[in-house]
Nanobody, 124 residues
Framework: QVQLVESGGGLVQAGASLRLSCAASGLTFSTYAMGWFRQAPGKEREFVAAINWSGGSTAYADSVKGRFTISRDNAKNTVYLQMNSLKPEDTAVYYC?????????????????WGQGTQVTVSS
């Protein structure tokens, strides 16, 4: 079955960096758009970043643009999220997502597979 396994979360101070990884199995990884969403306590899950199947096209939420970078390695079936200049408001559970269309950035219902999430906590 399809599995998306996130790693790399943790507790850091404001201004620090983290790199999240999401290892995929059970699907033809190179044919899926991949993305990251996050959910803070008491808030809805929100789009963070997405990347198309080849890595040639990316998209970001305005709140992370210029600080976060999404990338993928199709040889390793892995997608990454490099997070720099972290802020306390970035604190959330971060979820990896896969879909045949990157349209899931507009509608999370279009996500076909979700990871279990990894906690990112940024202290001030």
């Amino acid at each position: 079955q399809v599995q998306l396994v996130e790693s790399g979360g943790g507790l850091v101070q404001a201004g620090a960096s983290l790199r999240l990884s999401c290892a995929a199995s059970g699907l033809t990884f190179s044919t899926y758009a991949m993305g990251w969403f996050r959910q803070a306590p008491g808030k809805e899950r929100e789009f963070v970043a997405a990347i198309n199947w080849s890595g040639g096209s990316t998209a970001y939420a305005d709140s992370v643009k210029g600080r976060f970078t999404i990338s993928r390695d199709n040889a390793k079936n892995t997608v990454y999220l490099q997070m720099n200049s972290l802020k306390p408001e970035d604190t959330a559970v971060y979820y990896c997502a896969a879909g045949r269309s990157g349209a899931f950035r507009y509608n999370p219902d279009r996500v076909e597979y979700w990871g279990q999430g990894t906690q990112v906590t940024v202290s001030s």
